[in-house]
């Protein structure tokens, strides 16, 4: 994959450049991993397609019922997110809060659905949940940073001004023999996210781990892989700190629908 297309625009110094030249290194690499051999996750994602008619086919016809405004904090990931029922109302600062949760899913499908599930929203601020599913489906860290990349580089190429949030991955006590790799798979996002402009790394799985370094079962449910409401009252805390550092809108700005038809969310679908 062409290193133009990685390489986030506006660095504002020789020093971010560099150490995006050393991340991009091992993702251009990783791009190959996890899009162009047999069982990539490309591959993968458009055989599957069809797991998530359902899912699109729910947020088009939420979008015909109540089109959502523009200027959205936007929330897209997997079933963490899903699940999150009283997102709106913990982030009730926010003008408007958009959930496109979709069960199941890896960052490989949140970056290929990323048009139809945040770029037509033009939200202000993105904040991206995914990357424990990939690892647990067989991914690597390495293939989970090239999905995200290629995420940032397409809703950078179509909404230059929207702040851009990767949540780190959780440390589930379900899958604590995935730790070793969850630890890995932060510590690369994290590198490439200090590259951005207008972006950040909010790191949720620092305080969901007990003195001992074990994850805190206490915040999850009873399969030890979701969260519970003391779980999300953490993650509340933790996203809400990094929120408040966005600048306001610009007073008497006016927030208008979604200017793209729900009709292609749904067609996305079919």
């Given at each position: 994959m062409p290193m133009t297309t990685l390489l986030p625009a506006n660095h504002r110094s020789s020093g971010a450049a560099l150490r995006w030249l050393a991340v991009a290194s091992f993702t251009v690499c990783a791009w190959g991993a996890a899009h162009g051999q047999a069982g990539d996750a490309s591959s993968a994602v458009l055989a599957s397609a069809s797991r998530w008619q359902s899912s699109l086919a729910e947020f088009a016809a939420a979008d015909r019922e109540k089109p959502p405004a523009t200027g959205a904090a936007l929330?897209?990931?997997?079933?963490?997110?899903?699940?999150?029922?009283?997102?709106?109302?913990?982030?009730?600062?926010?003008?408007?809060?958009?959930?496109?949760?979709?069960?199941?899913?890896?960052?490989?499908?949140?970056?290929?659905?990323?048009?139809?599930?945040?770029?037509?929203?033009?939200?202000?601020?993105?904040?991206?949940?995914?990357?424990?599913?990939?690892?647990?489906?067989?991914?690597?860290?390495?293939?989970?940073?090239?999905?995200?990349?290629?995420?940032?580089?397409?809703?950078?190429?179509?909404?230059?001004?929207?702040?851009?949030?990767?949540?780190?991955?959780?440390?589930?006590?379900?899958?604590?023999?995935?730790?070793p790799k969850i630890r890995e798979a932060n510590m690369l996002l994290a590198a490439y996210t200090r590259t951005l402009d207008n972006a950040d790394y909010i790191d949720i799985f620092t305080p969901m781990l007990a003195a001992d370094g074990a994850p805190r079962r206490e915040l999850f449910g009873a399969d030890m892989l979701h969260m519970n409401n003391a779980g999300y009252a953490l993650w509340r805390s933790v996203i809400a700190s990094q929120m408040e550092k966005l600048p306001a809108p610009a007073p008497g700005a006016t927030l208008k629908a979604a200017t793209q038809p729900a009709q292609q969310l749904s067609a996305a679908a079919n």
């Open positions: 929330f897209v990931g997997s079933s963490t997110i899903r699940l999150w029922t009283s997102m709106a109302q913990d982030f009730r600062q926010e003008p408007v809060v958009i959930n496109r949760g979709f069960g199941g899913s890896t960052m490989a499908d949140c970056d290929h659905f990323a048009r139809e599930l945040v770029t037509r929203y033009q939200p202000r601020h993105v904040l991206v949940y995914a990357g424990d599913n990939d690892l647990a489906e067989g991914r690597s860290p390495e293939q989970i940073l090239a999905s995200f990349t290629h995420f940032v580089s397409v809703v950078r190429r179509e909404l230059p001004q929207t702040r851009i949030s990767y949540i780190s991955i959780k440390p589930s006590p379900s899958r604590a023999s995935l730790l």
